[in-house]
């Protein structure tokens, strides 16, 4: 099956700075790469996704860029602030069978 | 995501008791999924349902069942096999790909409950 390893698993930028997390994946036929934010307590929630006909999608401080030959895939935020900070996790699908693999995570501190 | 309702929010299990966790969604999506969350561990399929009447094993199925009898219902039931039930179950649902009108290639994003947190008295 897909195997999803998402790092680093804590980081912690000074408000204003970009935050980079980076994801990688096994399976080739994997197609679609969504990116969710989970506040503490809280559900995760769709920030951005990615398909794989292409490399690179923004949406305002939020960009997430695709390598298909190296099989990985980054989140970037630019300009961050304090309500960043979230737990981000990565994941991968494919049309087969319509699974989603999740990363581990990435705790995202952002310090005002 | 106010469409997906997971009750309840706590819920405590007795040692050799099964205990079922709740999931109703009314956003009409067809594939619904359960998610078990533990610390360090992301999140990891239990089980999932792209139709009603029909649900898969995910990675971690051993210890939990569920059912799928309406569109809008996916409720889990953690039996006592489960030996260590403690962790932060997370429910989800998508439009499936295979929907009809819709053609592959088109994985469309979950959307999730508020998730229930089991612990054992």
């Not at chain 1, 860029?65 to 298909?68: D, E, R, V």
């Given at each position: 099956g897909e195997?999803?390893?998402q790092h680093?698993?804590?980081?912690?930028?000074?408000?204003?700075d970009?935050a980079?997390?980076k994801?990688t994946?096994?399976?080739s036929?994997?197609n679609y790469?969504?990116?969710?934010?989970?506040?503490?307590?809280?559900?995760?929630?769709?920030i951005i996704d990615i398909?794989?006909?292409?490399g690179?999608k923004?949406?305002q401080r939020i960009a997430v860029?695709?390598?298909?030959t190296?099989?990985h895939?980054?989140l970037?935020i630019?300009?961050?602030q304090p309500?960043?900070?979230?737990?981000?996790f990565?994941?991968?699908s494919?049309?087969?069978?319509?699974?989603f693999?999740?990363?581990?995570?990435?705790s995202l501190?952002?310090?005002? | 995501?106010?469409?997906?309702t997971?009750?309840?929010?706590y819920?405590?299990?007795?040692?050799g008791q099964?205990v079922t966790?709740?999931?109703?969604?009314?956003?009409?999506h067809?594939a619904m999924y359960?998610?078990?969350?533990?610390?360090?561990?992301?999140l990891?399929?239990i089980y999932?349902?792209?139709?009603?009447?029909?649900?898969?094993?995910g990675d971690?199925a051993?210890g939990y069942s569920?059912?799928?009898e309406?569109?809008?219902?996916?409720?889990?039931t953690?039996t006592?096999?489960q030996?260590?039930?403690?962790?932060?179950?997370?429910c989800a649902?998508s439009?499936?790909?295979?929907?009809?009108g819709?053609?592959?290639?088109?994985?469309?994003p979950q959307?999730?409950?508020d998730?229930t947190r089991?612990s054992i008295l």
């Open positions: 195997n999803v390893e680093p698993s804590t980081l912690s930028v000074q408000e204003g970009s980079v997390i994801c994946y096994s399976d036929a994997s790469f969504p990116w969710y934010k989970q506040e503490l307590g809280k559900r995760p929630q769709l398909r794989s006909n292409v690179e923004k949406d860029t695709l390598n298909k190296a099989k895939f980054s970037h630019t300009e961050t309500e960043d900070s979230a737990v981000y990565c994941a991968a494919k049309d087969t069978g319509n699974q693999y999740f990363g581990t995570g990435t501190t952002v310090i005002p | 995501d106010g469409g997906i997971q009750s309840p929010k819920l405590f299990r007795k040692e099964n966790l709740s999931c109703e969604q009314n956003l009409n067809d359960w998610y078990r969350q533990d610390p360090g561990q992301g990891r399929l999932y349902s792209q139709i009603v009447n029909d649900f898969q094993k971690i051993e569920v059912s799928r309406k569109k809008e219902s996916f409720p889990l953690v006592s096999a030996k260590n039930p403690t962790a932060f179950y997370l649902s439009i499936s790909p295979y929907s009809k819709r053609t592959s290639g088109s994985n469309q959307h999730f409950g998730g089991l």
